[in-house]
């Protein structure tokens, strides 16, 4: 019998997760309080999708059939039969704790929590629920159907035979897993910050322009895109929101303060490509 999943929140990452586990003969629940949310949502799989089936990456049989896998869901209790449940909601603590202490209550005593969060502790999430054994960190990475990695985490409490089901699911959907310990940003968001942190100085500070620091990164250094292009992609809000995270459980480091110039992007509501506008202008002409 095939493993079913659950995905809480239908937005870019709960999409990209439901997408790459239908295509990978998971069977998946798809669940928002928006029914609208989810529609749209399923709608950008299938366009992904197609343009996979039009690189010839996958054929149009394997589309058809894992777009027949994911089940639109508004109702949290139908995630109860679920075997493993992947919260991909706002990254915000308070939001998360209440939602483990639900699905804590719901999902039978076998199903695995995982969280996505790209930033907050584990453990803190999962003292929400009276089985913190069971909750896990599977932090994806956006594209989710492009980005190979996945952090698994491992909170004070969480099981070894959770750890070991969670890396083994990961691992089924064609991802690369690394085990992290519980600490803020984890490892890949960690290292990043400086990236994004560094680049904005240089910007506020004059130097040269975004389109030129984004040039010499990718000219120089070999990376696929530079920092401001990467939070475009990302969206501005939620990677100000990571960069905030970090800065707050690290008790203030100076490395990981926050931009203002990012700060205000954000509550200009300049995203990046998701708002049509960012760093970057991406209306259509």
Do not use: W
């Amino acid at each position: 019998m095939a493993i079913s999943i659950g995905i809480v929140g239908a937005g870019t990452m709960g999409a990209g997760i439901a997408h790459i586990a239908a295509l990978n003969k998971f069977n998946v629940s798809l669940y928002d309080i928006n029914e609208e949310v989810i529609r749209r949502s399923v709608e950008k799989i299938n366009y992904e999708m197609k343009r996979s089936v039009d690189k010839n990456k996958i054929s149009d049989d394997d589309m058809k059939m894992a777009l027949t896998r994911i089940k639109k869901r508004t109702n949290i209790n139908d995630l109860d039969t679920c075997d493993l449940i992947i919260e991909a909601v706002l990254e915000d603590i308070k939001v998360k704790r209440d939602l483990f202490k639900k699905l804590d209550q719901i999902a039978h005593h076998t199903t695995i929590l995982a969280t996505n969060t790209s930033s907050l502790s584990v453990t803190s999430i999962a003292s929400a629920t009276k089985h913190p054994g069971r909750v896990v960190g599977m932090h994806f990475f956006n594209p989710v159907h492009q980005m190979k990695l996945v952090e698994i985490v491992k909170g004070t409490l969480t099981s070894d035979e959770t750890i070991r089901s969670a890396t083994a699911i990961a691992e089924q959907l064609g991802k690369k897993t690394i085990q992290v310990k519980d600490t803020p940003g984890f490892v890949v968001n960690r290292v990043a910050r400086p990236f994004y942190g560094e680049a904005l100085k240089i910007l506020g500070e004059n130097v040269t322009s975004l389109e030129e620091i984004d040039r010499i990164v990718k000219k120089s250094g070999g990376f696929k895109m530079g920092p401001f292009e990467l939070m475009d992609m990302i969206g501005n809000d939620v990677n100000f929101s990571v960069t905030e995270s970090i800065y707050e459980q690290t008790f203030h480091e100076p490395r990981f303060r926050p931009s203002q110039i990012q700060q205000q992007m954000v509550e200009a509501g300049l995203f990046g490509k998701k708002s049509k506008k960012g760093f970057y202008n991406y209306e259509e002409k």
